[in-house]
């Protein structure tokens, strides 16, 4: 689940928050017998505070700071002293520039922080750190029609040091295209290909818009072998 709020202020620039939480669900406690003792749930959750500004009539920048809370369990497994939770800080920066009034590029630095712990600090685990660069174009742009491309490449920053050919390997490239009628409909198709991870699916979307209302939705269709196959995606966002 995810819910966020995002407010311009004169003169100062644009303040934002966010929630996220991640469900693990229930899961069966055994011991080293196998023997069931039980069940738990598992979550993490992260609250973050933004804040971006124009730093030129080109360039603008963002800085967003996170506390991170992860409960993998209440108590530890087999004779592990200690509970199965963690707490941890992360920052995440970007900045977006404006080539000209089609043509925007992004640059995103996410997860920035120190080694999150649960019982035994020497098998600590780094943070999902992640290096984003992206492009968007606006091909179409008319009262009643826009159409909008975008492409982006995402190179994961933990454990590098692999050699240049599998660093290159790892990098997850998406592409998408967006096509707005009026502003009441929106259609939207995109593709993932991520070489090492064996991901190469499509990605539908639709959005729809009313006033001050806006209903996204969003669908991978692919196979049981892909990470996320046949997830669907719903958001509302308000404008006030």
Request: glycine share 12%; aromatic share 12%; no cysteine.
């Amino acid at each position: 689940e995810f819910f966020s709020y995002v407010r311009h202020v004169e003169g100062w620039g644009t303040v934002g928050g966010n929630i996220t939480f991640l469900s693990y669900g229930k899961i069966t406690r055994t011991d080293e017998g196998n023997n069931i003792l039980g069940d738990f749930s598992a979550f993490d959750i992260a609250m973050t505070l933004s804040y971006g500004s124009a730093l030129s009539n080109s360039l603008s920048g963002g800085l967003s700071a996170k506390v991170i809370y992860s409960h993998l369990s209440s108590i530890g497994s087999g004779k592990e002293k200690g509970s199965g939770t963690s707490t941890g800080l992360a920052l995440d920066m970007g900045l977006l520039y404006r080539l000209n009034r089609r043509a925007n590029l992004g640059l995103a630095i996410t997860n920035l922080g120190p080694d999150i712990s649960y019982i035994d600090v020497a098998q600590a685990d780094p943070l999902p750190r992640n290096l984003a660069f992206g492009f968007a174009y606006k091909l179409v742009e008319s009262p009643y029609n826009k159409i909008l491309l975008t492409a982006e490449a995402n190179k994961s920053l933990v454990g590098m040091g692999d050699g240049f050919k599998q660093e290159v390997k790892e990098i997850i490239l998406n592409g998408g295209a967006e096509y707005w009628y009026g502003s009441f409909i929106a259609f939207r198709g995109g593709y993932i290909y991520d070489q090492e991870g064996e991901i190469k699916t499509p990605t539908l979307g639709i959005g729809l818009a009313y006033k001050l209302f806006k209903f996204d939705f969003a669908y991978i269709p692919s196979n049981d072998n892909v990470p996320l196959a046949n997830t669907m995606r719903f958001s509302l966002s308000i404008g006030l």
